[in-house]
């Protein structure tokens, strides 16, 4: 990775749906190279995807929640799973928008987007505290961001 792959990553990073010719005009690197650089960065796997961004509210899903996780190890260890596990049957969930294995007092933290307050409580009571594993959570919903 050099220099021209961080330009164009950075632009794709910002809108994915820009056409190489576009790229090429932004960096002023000729556009064969653009080309050639994007499916090579493709094939070995630094560019995973290609994503959109949506308007949560005009989908119906205007709250953002990040749900802190603390697992409880002696209920993992009789399961014979780990937090890996767990956190793979949390992506399971539709408005699970992702999640990370963290370091520190909290195990597990997923971002989660709803539609109500009461989407959320459910979402917390009757999926995550069914999760094999779960201790203790605590729930931030987000005011505003970008």
């Not at 556009?31 to 005009?58: F, S, W």
């Not at 520190?104 to 959320?120: A, P, Q, W």
């Not at 009757?126 to 961001?145: A, E, H, P, S």
Request: glycine share 6%.
């Amino acid at each position: 990775m050099d220099v021209k792959d961080e330009q164009i990553i950075k632009i794709l990073t910002h809108d994915s749906s820009l056409s190489t010719k576009e790229i090429s005009r932004k960096t002023g690197i000729p556009i064969t190279t653009v080309h050639h650089r994007i499916k090579k960065m493709v094939a070995d796997g630094t560019i995973k995807q290609y994503t959109i961004k949506v308007d949560d509210e005009k989908v119906g899903l205007p709250i953002t929640a990040y749900a802190l996780i603390t697992l409880d190890f002696t209920r993992l260890n009789k399961a014979e799973i780990n937090q890996h596990e767990v956190l793979r049957r949390l992506l399971k969930h539709p408005n699970v928008e992702g999640g990370h294995v963290v370091t520190g007092e909290t195990d597990i933290v997923v971002r989660v987007r709803v539609k109500s307050l009461n989407e959320l409580d459910l979402f917390l009571t009757q999926f995550v505290w069914g999760v094999t594993g779960v201790g203790k959570t605590q729930t931030m919903v987000c005011l505003r961001g970008e």
